[in-house]
């Protein structure tokens, strides 16, 4: 049987994109809404594309795409961080210090000050066993990750931190990142390999499922008019109508690739499956025990 072939990310992407709104479009200069931070930031359109072709749309849908290691610095992974830590607060017998009650927004800056100077404090102890120096270690290197879910800027985290961490868990987690098994709400997508004054996806990234945002339409034509020179006139002119596209006034948004179609199907099939998750409430321990009598496995 001969080798497979190594996927690359000329495989990923249309480097030379056709004029026009299509599904798949990946462009830079476009606006978070203040979700990940004030600076542009690449997105990745989603906007059916019959509705595009046929102008069917007064708006264009699109999905954040930010580099992987900045992840680690968000909302969406600090319910794992805070489990680690936890884990190792309690082989200090420090557990509960962070309980909260969203377990999506980070600790306070306080909280997370005081443990640290508490951790300095006991890293200095004579009679740390191997097992807290271990622990305290880690705990700080956590510290340094979460500080960044409070940056309200996306900034990258450090591998070293992150390894530090999660020890023998890190290339585990890494690994199903990358094959899309770690969560159903991000997608992998490799760096597109572009010389660096014209890269748009310059390091490895993710594709945020739970940040769709949507834009007037007019606004992406405009920018791919090349005769347009004055973007700021443009917004001026946009916003008359739809003032959220004010948003975009810092940055002109550019079409820099487009994500091939198998690679696409893929990314629409699961961003798709996890908004048709309906769902339903899980019994309470307290039914599920009353059940389990009934049924005789109590």
């Avoid at 749309?57 to 999905?63: C, I, K, P, R």
């Avoid at 377990?103 to 997370?112: A, L, R």
């Avoid at 099939?269 to 996890?274: E, H």
Wanted: net charge negative; aromatic share 10%; hydrophobic share 40%.
């Amino acid at each position: 049987m001969p080798p497979s072939l190594r996927t690359t990310a000329k495989d990923y992407y249309d480097s030379f994109p056709p004029f026009g709104n299509y599904a798949g479009d990946i462009l830079s200069g476009l606006t978070s809404n203040g979700l990940l931070g004030n600076a542009p930031i690449p997105g990745l359109v989603v906007t059916p594309a019959c509705d595009l072709a046929n102008r069917k749309v007064e708006t264009v849908t699109y999905l954040p795409i930010i580099s992987t290691l900045a992840y680690f610095g968000t909302p969406a992974f600090l319910p794992e961080l805070l489990q680690e830590l936890e884990g190792q607060l309690n082989v200090l017998q420090l557990g509960g210090y962070f309980e909260s009650a969203n377990k999506f927004f980070p600790p306070t800056s306080e909280s997370i000050n005081e443990l640290k100077t508490d951790l300095e404090i006991r890293k200095n102890k004579a009679n740390n066993s191997a097992k807290d120096k271990e622990a305290i270690q880690r705990l700080l290197a956590g510290l340094r990750v979460i500080s960044l879910v409070r940056n309200p800027e996306l900034a990258e985290a450090s591998v070293t931190d992150l390894s530090q961490l999660f020890k023998k868990k890190w290339p585990g987690i890494m690994k199903r990142i990358i094959t899309n098994s770690y969560a159903s709400d991000i997608h992998f997508l490799p760096a597109d390999g572009e010389p660096e004054s014209w890269a748009c996806i310059k390091n490895h990234s993710l594709v945020l499922f739970r940040y769709p945002i949507a834009a007037p339409v007019e606004l992406f034509e405009c920018a791919q008019d090349t005769s347009l020179k004055d973007w700021g006139g443009v917004v001026d002119r946009i916003s008359e109508v739809v003032p959220a596209a004010q948003a975009f006034r810092l940055q002109r948004p550019i079409k820099h690739l487009s994500l091939r179609s198998g690679f696409l199907s893929d990314l629409l099939t699961r961003f798709v499956a996890m908004h048709i998750r309906l769902g339903s409430p899980d019994f309470t321990d307290e039914t599920v025990a009353v059940y389990m009598k009934a049924l005789g496995a109590e």
